[in-house]
């Protein structure tokens, strides 16, 4: 009976968090006529190697498909490139692109919107799975669900399509080993479950979620006693074996490719062990802001692509902080019940020095904040607890230092140098003073609402509807905060992009036809080359063949994820075969 209304609980969530997901997005698809297109990456990578894959896909012989994943060559990707490396990262993994495989190549500008509301509804309902084992009451768990589905990670990464999947599956990871290590339960098949489809996702994320797996085991049951945990850790590593194995014909290709990568070498030094000032703010900012463009910051680093955001809708750092200042004689106890704080406190730890953060990116240059994603999950279920357990105190306290970090973070952005020569951190004062006033005074707002709802409605004695905080005013806010936020950024990441002529530019890149197998047209532009049967003589992608790295270090020229325009070098095009123009 309970595992049914859990379910069922789960479905309602889906819904809520589609219907969030549709209204985030309804506007913008509105004004590219039933399309959706952001900027840079979205327009110019996601979209493309949809529609690559789709046409490459398309082109394999009627039940040859599954041939996909023995050595297949695609020529449209740059001057050739494997399929498994080319698109492993993206989407030849993803369950949700492989639903939009009876499409034609053409329809993916319209179907991007239709696949985020449906990974944002994925998101949601496990999420809420995974947090309703820790909470009694499902509105808790609801709002968390929430929380971390519309959280400033998943905001700021939205130019990254392919990282809503990661967002989605990551819950099911922690949740087949709660139901592993459950005394009551022991049960494998969803860890199993769980490890193979993270690892066939994305394998540069599965990397980060075993690490952060380790340490969610290491301090979720470490009461347990070391010597029953090296057991019960063995156990684990077993089936985690297992789901890997079962997705060792696409995790093993890639793993092989990314081993010969370039930019996979460890080249992090001692000067790198801790951010820079202004770096530190910006990191700041993402725990305490709202998120904004990666391309037009208000202040810290203003253009990066760090993923560095992991603010929750309305609440910001508020309910986190209340959690921990609840919680502050028990961190360092071995009470069970008080692992939640002690890994929160880590992770944030981790995060302001750079030389621990890297650790999540293997000690490569790019020490991202691709991991806060699992933060996230861990600040949305200490979210939860404060707002179930009622602690009311705690929550102004919270809610009061979550304003106090704000101020001193406004002081630390003026006050502190720039990137480069830039003489304040602070590049954008009036947005960034406009984010501090959401981040400082939505939780106020919602604070004010509940106490104005008290006094409505003045609690009974023994009633357990008007015990806690009103809950479903509670998801109501948390609703509305996180589509406000979530289409805020989306607008600010549309700025300066023509909708219009990108859809031009696919409709054109579809029209161009291969009028001879030996010769290219003499393009780089993904738009073009992509979007139909023509190949260019280029493309703009990190993933493509490390062959083609080589051949561009030919030509002195080693710039990561960009490859070399042929046309700048003389004799090159005519080499190559770039006939078309």
């Known amino acids: ?44 990578q996601e979209i493309p190697f949809c529609m690559e894959l789709s046409g490459f896909l398309h082109a394999l012989p009627k039940g040859k498909i599954g041939s996909v994943f023995c050595r297949q060559w695609d020529w449209g990707m740059d001057l050739g490139s494997s399929v498994l490396y080319s698109f492993g990262y993206y989407n030849l993994g993803s369950p949700f692109y492989w639903l939009t495989l009876p499409f034609p190549r053409s329809f993916y500008p319209y179907l991007m919107a239709p ?25 808790t768990a609801m709002i968390g669900a929430v929380l971390y589905t519309f959280s400033g990670w998943q ?81 684990c590593l077993l089936y985690a074996t297992i789901g890997l194995m079962m997705a060792g014909i696409l995790f093993v290709p890639n793993l092989l490719y990314v081993l010969g990568n370039r930019r996979s070498a460890a080249s992090l030094h001692r000067s790198d062990l801790f951010w820079e000032p202004y770096r530190l703010v910006y990191v700041l900012k993402g725990i305490l802001l709202p998120a904004e463009s990666t391309q037009d910051a208000s202040a810290g680093v203003p253009w990066t692509f760090d993923s560095t955001s992991c603010y929750l809708p309305l609440f910001g750092f508020s309910l986190v902080l209340a959690h921990l200042l609840r919680e502050k004689k028990r961190i360092f106890s071995r009470k069970e019940d008080a692992w939640l704080p002690r890994l929160i406190c880590f ?16 000690f490569t240059d790019k020490v991202y904040h691709r991991w806060w994603f699992m933060l996230v999950l861990m600040m949305a279920l200490a979210g939860c607890k404060v707002l179930e357990e009622e602690k009311e105190k705690a929550i102004c306290k919270g809610i009061l230092g979550n304003a106090l970090c704000i101020l001193l973070l406004s002081l630390s952005a ?52 008007t015990k806690g905080i009103p809950l479903r005013l509670t998801l109501v806010c948390t609703c ?18 023509d909708e219009q002529a990108m859809l031009s530019a696919y409709q054109v890149g579809g029209q161009l036809s291969e009028e001879d197998p030996q010769y290219r047209y003499a393009l780089s532009d993904n738009a073009y080359v992509m979007s139909g049967a023509a190949k260019g003589l280029g493309s703009w992608s990190s993933t493509a063949s490390n062959a083609l790295t080589e051949f561009d270090g030919l030509f002195d020229f080693w710039l990561g994820d960009k490859r070399l325009v042929k046309v700048t070098v003389p004799g090159l095009q005519e080499l190559l075969g770039g006939r078309y123009e």
Do not use: H
């Open 414 to 465: 003026y006050l502190f140098p720039g990137e480069g020569e830039a003489t304040s951190a602070l590049y954008r004062p009036v947005r960034f003073a406009f984010l501090c006033m959401i981040g400082a005074a939505a939780p106020m707002v919602w604070a004010l609402l509940v106490w104005m709802y008290r006094r409505k409605n003045p609690r009974d004695v023994g009633d357990e509807k």
């Open 480 to 497: 509305l905060g996180a589509v406000c936020t979530s289409t805020l950024a989306i607008w600010q990441f549309r700025q300066g992009t």
């Open 347 to 362: 992770l944030l730890l981790v995060s302001v020095i750079k030389g621990i953060n890297a650790v999540f990116t293997l």
């Open 1 to 44: 009976m309970r595992q049914k209304r859990e379910k069922a609980n789960g479905i309602r969530v889906f819904l809520l968090c589609m219907l969030l997901g549709a209204g985030t997005l309804a506007l913008f698809v509105i004004q590219d006529r039933g399309a959706f297109l952001m900027l840079a990456d979205f327009n110019k």
């Open 115 to 139: 696949m985020m509301v449906l990974k944002y509804a994925a998101a949601g309902s496990f999420s809420y799975w995974y947090l309703k084992r820790f909470v009694r009451r499902k509105e």
């Open 155 to 235: 905001t700021v990464n939205l130019l990254f399509f392919t990282f809503m999947d990661v967002v989605a599956f990551f819950p099911l990871l922690l949740l087949g080993l709660e139901k592993l290590m459950a005394e009551e339960e022991r049960d494998p098949r969803l860890f199993v479950f769980a490890v193979f489809l993270n690892a066939l996702n994305n394998y540069y994320f599965f990397q980060e979620e075993v690490l952060l797996v380790i340490l969610y085991f290491l301090f979720r049951f470490s009461a347990r006693g070391w010597k029953r945990l090296w057991k019960e850790a063995v156990v």
